[in-house]
């Protein structure tokens, strides 16, 4: 019964590792059910961009969040500011346009703070959070919100590649 006991809590043990991608893969060819369908979804969304004393990157993240391949009257662009001391705010609102709103809160709140403060003003269906230094693909958005045109699908997360500064793959 001890022997038992034991196979029963390794297995319980392994599962997470071992058993439950294999499930999972086997229940994705099972139901074969494909969660993205490109061009199938285009909502409203909103980029929300977490700063803190980020003047050094600042401007190449909001160029390149505007220049992502979605349609500009679909897209909203939010910088939130956490008491940034330098000159990011200064950079984001001369930068700040229609699609670009700068919300700076004063003094350190903390990023969860603002952000919890800005999520309930913003107008996107889907909304995509980043910090100034994470730099998209063009086609990040059509990617992104391809997979929401399946009504069971909730929630969708990517993965971080890192490049080095000046270059683009």
């Known amino acids: 019964m001890l022997e ?3 196979y029963f809590l390794l297995l319980l043990c392994l599962y997470p590792y071992l058993l439950y991608p294999v499930v999972v ?9 494909s969660s993205s369908q490109p061009g199938g979804c ?6 929300v961009i977490s700063v803190y004393n980020e003047e ?3 401007r190449e993240k909001i160029d390149n969040t505007l ?3 979605y349609p500009e009257h679909l897209l909203e662009i939010l910088v939130v500011s956490d008491g940034s001391t330098d000159r990011t705010n200064e950079i984001a609102g001369a930068l700040g346009t229609s699609r670009v709103t700068l919300k700076a809160f004063p003094g350190r709140k903390g ?3 603002c952000l919890n403060r800005t999520v309930p003003e913003a107008l996107g269906d889907i909304i995509v959070f980043t910090d100034a230094n994470s730099m998209f693909p063009l086609d990040l958005l059509q990617q992104l ?3 929401f045109a399946n009504d069971s699908i909730g929630l969708v997360t990517g993965w971080t590649k890192y490049r080095k500064p000046g ?3």
Do not use: C, D, Y
């Open 111 to 113: 990023k969860t703070a």
């Open 25 to 33: 893969f086997a229940w994705a060819k099972i139901v074969g059910e």
């Open 42 to 47: 285009q909502p409203h969304i909103s980029v």
């Open 67 to 69: 220049q992502l391949l």
């Open 4 to 6: 038992l006991s034991f």
């Open 56 to 58: 050094r990157v600042i």
């Open 167 to 169: 270059r683009t793959e």
């Open 145 to 147: 919100s391809a997979n």
